[in-house]
């Protein structure tokens, strides 16, 4: 497999229930690189995303995960290296720091307020914000918190799952950016799931076109926006889905 290669898709199927939610998925996202995945409701977008992290098992093929075969991790570990961000930017009760240094908490370890600052600049976030009680930020700064948090485990895949569709046009702009920023800064793989297809026209290296649990096309955002293919044209046509 090509090194640049972060995850790999090889005939993977997922079903449940004799309905089979998922149907021969081929592909590779690129690392240190930020795929797209579009496609209407129900096309399976975020199936495919929780196969990635383990939340979910692929009942047939193989994803490979830094040239590793997925089964080969310990599923705790793997969530560490593959981080997932969701819409809700989910916060423990307490303080920023507090819900920073989470993810060390749970390893028995600590964050110092001189690390939890440096994230929270990471983040463009103020450091007066430390000591701040989580439930009073806005919806953009949570979603910066939550994106902070992610970082905190060093991961090298960030699953982004809707995480600007409750936003305002400002806060979406500005988590926009950050993810520009963290992909630079840090190198990491990004795999987002948005119904903004000029979002991910605009944010993406390469864009997946999902429709009734198949992938449709895989490509750079230049070749999705050519695309011929009906399915593709009816998905980027629909601008916002
Ligand atoms: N546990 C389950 N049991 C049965 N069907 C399921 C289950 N989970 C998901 N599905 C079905 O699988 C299909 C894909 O769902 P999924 O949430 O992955 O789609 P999606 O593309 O992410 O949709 P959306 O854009 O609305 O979030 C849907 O038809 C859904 O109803």
């Given at each position: 497999m090509e090194s640049d290669v972060a995850v790999q898709f090889k005939n993977v199927e997922y079903e449940i229930n004799?309905?089979?939610?998922?149907?021969?998925?081929?592909?590779?996202?690129?690392q240190?690189?930020?795929?797209?995945?579009?496609?209407?409701?129900?096309?399976?977008?975020?199936?495919?995303?929780?196969?990635i992290n383990l939340l979910k098992s692929a009942t047939k093929?193989?994803?490979l995960v830094?040239?590793?075969?997925?089964?080969?991790?310990?599923?705790?570990?793997?969530?560490?290296k593959v981080q997932l961000v969701s819409q809700e930017a989910t916060m423990i009760k307490g303080t920023v720091k507090d819900n920073l240094e989470l993810p060390l908490i749970l390893q028995n370890k600590n964050m110092t307020d001189e690390e939890a600052?440096?994230?929270?600049?990471?983040v463009d976030l103020s450091t007066s914000f430390l000591n701040k009680n989580s439930k009073e930020l806005s919806g953009g700064e949570k979603q910066k918190l939550s994106l902070a948090r992610a970082l905190v485990n060093?991961?090298?895949?960030?699953?982004?799952?809707?995480?600007?569709?409750?936003?305002?046009?400002?806060?979406?702009q500005a988590i926009e950016l950050l993810l520009q920023k963290i992909k630079r800064e840090h190198n990491v793989t990004m795999i987002w799931i948005t119904h903004d297809i000029n979002q991910a026209l605009r944010m993406s290296d390469y864009v997946w076109v999902m429709k009734n649990g198949e992938v449709v096309e895989t490509n750079t955002v230049e070749e999705?926006?050519?695309s011929k293919n009906t399915d593709v044209k009816s998905v980027i046509g629909e601008k916002s889905i």
């Open positions: 004799n309905s089979k939610i998922l149907k021969e998925i081929n592909g590779v996202f690129i240190g690189k930020l795929t797209s995945i579009i496609g209407p409701s129900g096309a399976g977008k975020s199936t495919l995303l929780t196969l093929g193989e994803i830094g040239g590793k075969t997925i089964d080969s991790y310990d599923p705790m570990e793997l969530r560490r600052e440096h994230y929270l600049e990471d060093k991961p090298s895949i960030i699953l982004l799952d809707e995480v600007t569709s409750a936003l305002d046009r400002n806060s979406k999705i926006e050519n």
